[in-house]
């Protein structure tokens, strides 16, 4: 039976709600089997062709991006959805290895689309009151694996960038605006970003000849920084993961009065690990440190931290709009999210890691920690018993750096960009010592050894052509 003229097209379904579940069944097959197809498609860590051949194809499958007449909801997931995964770097695929760029676990990522079929927003509690306890459960647990005090307190945020940025704020309202950021020259390029962005002195880099910050040369810097200052060293860095030595750090800080933060973007999860946490000792001396689940922590984008030893030093970013926070509605017991973000509308990024830590329990969740450092040390053998290549050093976490024995840095370039072009590997790329080095950034879990054999039979094919 056919509408008579002039009703209205009902408008498409919704995600929540009690029908939102059924309305999506039959889309999540669509989208599971269009990742399925691309994936085929793709073959490889990387769509091969480079920029252009990808940009052709993407454009080749989309033809205008808002068409006079929508194709359908089955369409439009089979086209967009196949178009990316066909063309995506897949940090799944165990030859991309570039980045600290980690694949997801499939049960975060599910949860993950529980979040965005609810759609709370943490900037009020009546927008989000199931997800703003989980998130300050999650975060006071999270804050307790980093510091033994009573209150201590954690934020999420968007990554390791934002949480630098708000360690940076929160000194600077201790302090004040005459506040001097120290940091290493192998620290985390958003840590000087931040000290312009909010409008302090320029930041002082100090040399780190070995890769890591030399005490001493921190100990000379400090000495000649008037007034105020904050050091920041890392626990992971992300051209070589190396660490810090952070209880001489916290020492120095002591000595001279300034504030310590510690960005452990990279290394932070290795505190839950027995076997690798005493590489982060001194770390819980910091005022405030860095972490990232979204890199050693399996998670899909975003899922950083902000963790500090008291929840009191959060209190500079207590802000208040009367439709969010009004004073009687809080004084009457509901949470004020406000001072919990700079942001205002805040996915609930902590349902997936939750969800995350309830599925794999803490010793879950050591063993792929444990399990891809193993994995970084056997590539790294390897390479150092193989003659065609030279290994810079042993990994501390999770990366290694390599290059091929006898060749200058442009080959070291091309031989990166000829196995993106191809889209048969995805691999790094770093300064150290003067010379330029692949990197290899082990986070897959499932990665073998065999596929590590895989990754040096490639080079030594691409190297010797």
Known sequence: MTAPPGTPTPPPPLAGGTGGPEAMRPLLDTVLDA???GARERGGPLPAGGPDAVAARVQAALGAVLPEHGTGDHEALRTLVH??????????DPLCAAHLHCPPLAVAAAADLAASAL????????QAPAASAIEALLTRALAAEFYDTPHADALVTTGGTEANQLALLLARERHGPGLTVLHGANAHHSVPRAAWLLGLPPAVAVPTPTGILDPARLAETLAATPGPALVTATAGTTDAGLIDPLHRIADLCDHYGADLHIDAAYGGPLALSPRHRHKLAGLRRAHSITVDLHKLGWQP????????????????????????????????GLPDL?????RTTRRPDALKIATTLRSLGRDGLTRLID?????????????DAHPGFELHAAPTITTVLFRPTHADDTQVATLRRTLLHQGRAVLGRTHADGRLWLKATLLNPHTTAGDLDTLIALLEGSTHR
């Open 35 to 37: 990742l399925h197809s």
């Open 83 to 92: 178009t990316l995964a066909a063309g995506a770097a897949d940090p799944a």
């Open 119 to 126: 759609n709370p927003s943490l900037d009020s509690w009546d």
């Open 301 to 332: 984008v975003a899922a950083g931290l902000l963790a500090v030893p008291d929840t009191t030093l959060l209190a500079p970013l207590a802000h208040q709009a009367d439709y969010l926070n009004a004073p009687d509605d809080t004084e009457a």
């Open 338 to 342: 406000l001072g919990r973000s700079l």
């Open 371 to 383: 399990h891809t450092c193993e994995l970084a040390h056997h590539l790294a053998a390897l390479l």
